[in-house]
């Protein structure tokens, strides 16, 4: 969710992980299924003509069966 000014988009992101199938294994015993939730800011430059640019800042909770931590990701794309 975000708010445009001008070609900058400002605003809050996340996601919910969820493991659908048990992991498998000689010392797996009950399944061991991951999951775990993220929040944080994001920030977008869009403008025709011009690389996307993007970064976002997550920070992981409520985890289960996976360590918690921070998504940090800066991406630079381009379509031709």
């Known amino acids: 969710m975000g708010q445009h000014a001008g070609p900058w988009t400002i605003g809050v992101g996340g996601y919910f992980y969820r493991q659908l199938t048990d992991d498998e294994g000689p010392s797996v015993t009950d399944g061991n299924r991951a999951e775990v939730t993220a929040f944080g800011p994001a920030l977008s430059y869009f403008k025709p003509g011009a690389p ?9 909770f409520d985890a289960s069966n996976r360590a918690e931590g921070y998504n940090l990701a800066f991406r630079i794309a381009k379509s031709f």
């Open 52 to 60: 996307v640019i993007s970064l976002h800042a997550y920070k992981e």
